[in-house]
């Protein structure tokens, strides 16, 4: 599996974000989607990936800076537009897209890295794989604001990963 930066714009890529956003606005409403559209992911705050075997589309993710987060000591950044192919899904296409978000995460110093997910059973997959990965439920961050079909969660980036041992 090759995880490469890319540009969101490719015929694939497009086709799996169409379905992205038709799954989101089939499951919540309207004012709780807050997935990104193609233009969007294509901005200059946004680094989109995409997961390919041999040329075939397996998954997306993208990196956001927060605007309005950055101080002296560093910024934040929210995960964007997870996504797995349905044919791609429980190969560990999720947990290498997540782990290199992650690692990008920390190269650019964010000391937090936020994402917004849903709350409805249909999401619970995502939930329990952003806890394995260290992600605790916060509060609303940005211009979130509380919403019962979306939960909130932060990964502190100055700790250790769950999965890596600690040094010293």
């Not at 193609?38 to 800076?65: N, Q, S």
């Not at 509060?139 to 939960?151: A, I, K, T, W």
């Amino acid at each position: 599996m090759l995880i490469a930066v890319e540009k969101p714009g490719r015929s694939d890529v497009r086709e799996l974000l169409k379905q992205h956003l038709e799954d989101m606005h089939a499951i919540s409403p309207a004012e709780s989607v807050h997935a990104l559209d193609l233009e969007a992911l294509a901005g200059p705050e946004v680094t989109f990936w995409t997961a390919r075997e041999g040329g075939t589309l397996l998954g997306c993710g993208a990196l956001k800076e927060l605007p309005g987060l950055v101080d002296e000591i560093g910024s934040d950044g929210e995960i964007k537009s997870m996504r797995t192919s349905a044919a791609a899904r429980r190969r560990g296409v999720a947990v290498a897209l997540l782990g290199e978000l992650i690692a990008e995460a920390r190269r650019r110093g964010y000391r937090r890295l936020y994402l917004e997910t849903g709350s409805q059973e249909f999401f619970a997959p995502a939930r329990q794989l952003y806890r394995r990965h260290g992600f605790e439920v916060t509060e609303p961050f940005g211009s979130y604001r509380l919403d019962p079909n979306s939960v909130f969660m932060m990964l502190l980036l100055n700790e250790v990963a769950p999965d890596q041992p600690s040094v010293g």
